[in-house]
Nanobody
Framework: QVQLAESGGGLVQAGGSLRLSCAAS????????MGWFRQAPGKEREFVAR????????YYQDSVKGRFTISRDNAKNMVYLQMSSLKPEDTAVYYC??????????????WGQGTQVTVSS
């Protein structure tokens, strides 16, 4: 089991950057595939990025490729989402997720509470 806590959200102008952080509890952090999802007002929750157990493999939604970077620090039980060239359509609540499998899923096993990201035009 793992508990997740996001931080780093906020208000930023279009074209700006933000770094989201997710702190994970537990001693088995490296056994989890970590990810980020987001949910905009009135829209379905959607996958943003995912990173493998060691961090070697990363996967992104097409709309964020080249702008967002997911990374992890297994020694600190942390996962990050560096977001650059932000657009108003990136506005959403961002959720940190954890699962045991690298197989794509819309329902990872564990979720954080979310952090709001608002991009103004």
């Amino acid at each position: 089991q793992v508990q997740l806590a996001e931080s780093g959200g906020g208000l930023v102008q279009a074209g700006g950057s933000l770094r989201l952080s997710c702190a994970a509890s537990g001693r088995t952090f490296s056994s989890f595939v970590m990810g980020w999802f987001r949910q905009a007002p009135g829209k379905e929750r959607e996958f943003v990025a995912r990173i493998s157990w060691s961090g070697v493999a990363t996967y992104y939604q097409d709309s964020v490729k080249g702008r967002f970077t997911i990374s992890r620090d297994n020694a600190k039980n942390m996962v990050y989402l560096q977001m650059s060239s932000l657009k108003p359509e990136d506005t959403a609540v961002y959720y940190c997720t954890a699962d045991y499998s690298l197989v794509p899923t819309v329902s990872p096993r564990y979720w954080g509470q979310g952090t709001q990201v608002t991009v103004s035009s």
